[in-house]
């Protein structure tokens, strides 16, 4: 019998990843391991039980007169009053003064000669009205059967110590979230290069692919932590009956959410990239210091300068600092409704050029192991 030819299986060929696929694959890769990290995990949820203490203790703070005010309910504190009024409240524990009507208790008020003073007329149940030179007098207040309207003659606007605060949370939220991933980002960088993992990957996509990769995977959990820490910050506010601060906050915590997504991504690419310089774990703290630099002058800056208007003005627009400067100016009002936007503007231009550079020394230093490489022939190729 003659032997029927035999047909050789055609073999198809593996499609190529797309870019968009390829950083996909990396950034799904980040993601995951770090979710598997226990200490990832357990850290995450201290930052945000700190969070939702620190919450809870400036809601008990404001509602105790913590943070300003006159919170006293003793005879060292001079009210003023009407007579058609002195009958009913002389038996309120306060230093009283007698007046002929409200324009006379809002001289006293303005010219500090009394505390406060309480006037008929509001609008609330009570019908009586509290005036304050620019504090609420919260002893006053709180002596009261019922909640008095309130008004504020000289309003000194945001309380100094509340701003301070939310300085200080704006400026830990930034460094804590971009310290821990921008870490993770070269030590992820610094591994595989050692192990020669990074070998293996560059086969099937690109050295800039990974780099994107990496970026927008340690972004999603950056941002996603942010995120988390906004929402359980606003769930606190709510049950301690800080809605009025809430809705002061609410621009500002707004814009420091996308401000922080772009700003870590031209931090992420920085990380990268220096730490592609190096091929052990040890070295990842001397060649990543100036980005740690970065991170750290914002958060110290930002509490410093809380109250100064221009110091704040330029933090604003510089691209590593404007993800706290501007949102401390939002919340004080001295930002125009425009410049959030030219903020952005600035950082998206930064972002560019940053990961233009990034993505060079990142390509033609990711497979020279050995020796540091020297940054300027890293760019030079």
Known sequence: MNAQPRTMPTRTAARPLSGAQGAWLVAEREITTRLRSKAFLISTGILLLLVLASVLFSGFMAKSGGFGGFGGSDESTTVATTHELADTV????????????????????????????????GDTPLDLTVLAKDEAPLGVIQSLTAAPSVELLEPSGTNPALAYIIAIGFGIVFMMSAVTFGTTIAQSVVEEKQTRIVEILLATVSARTMLAGKILGNSVLALAQVVAIASLASIGMLATGQDLLLGELGSSLIWFGILFAFGFVLLAGLYAALASLVSRQEDIGSV???VMMLVMLPYVAVIIFNDNPQALAIMSYIPFSAPVGMPMRLYLGTAEWWEP???????CLAIAAVLWIGARIYSNSILRTGARVKLADAIRG
């Open 90 to 121: 002389e038996m309120l524990p306060f230093d009283w003064r007698t007046v002929d009507d409200r324009a006379a208790a809002e001289r006293l008020v303005l010219d500090g000669e009394v505390d406060a003073a309480v006037v008929p007329g």
């Open 288 to 290: 990543t210091s100036p």
């Open 341 to 347: 936007i030219l903020s952005l503007g600035i950082l």
